[in-house]
């Protein structure tokens, strides 16, 4: 079966990076939208950042887009979302998703394929 798993969460101090990592399995996703959202307890789902299959342009949630970024291993389905200046909040569990029908990558709600989630922490 299609699936993905998320890894490379943790707990860090305010100011630090982290690296997530979004694998895939089961079918190629290397011609499908891929992206990142996030979830805080009692708030919706957000985007962070995320790509179409045929291009390399990046669509990044606002309150992101000057510290974080996405990129794309196509031959092994893998996306990558590097958080550079991490700050407390970002706190939230980050998802991965993939569907083959999005064509702009921005609604968490066009997604079909989603991975568990990974807890990211920030203290101050």
Known sequence: QAQLKESGGGLVQAGASLRLSCATSGRAFSNSAMGWFRQAPGKERELV?????????????????????VSRDDPRNTMYLQMNNLKPEDTAVYYCAADDGVTVPLWPEHYDYWGQGTQVTVSS
Not at 49 to 69: C, I, N, T
Request: aromatic fraction near 10%; charge should be negative; glycine fraction near 20%.
């Open 49 to 69: 950042g995320a790509m179409l299959g045929g291009e390399d342009r990046a669509y990044m949630g606002d309150s992101v887009k000057d510290r974080f970024a």
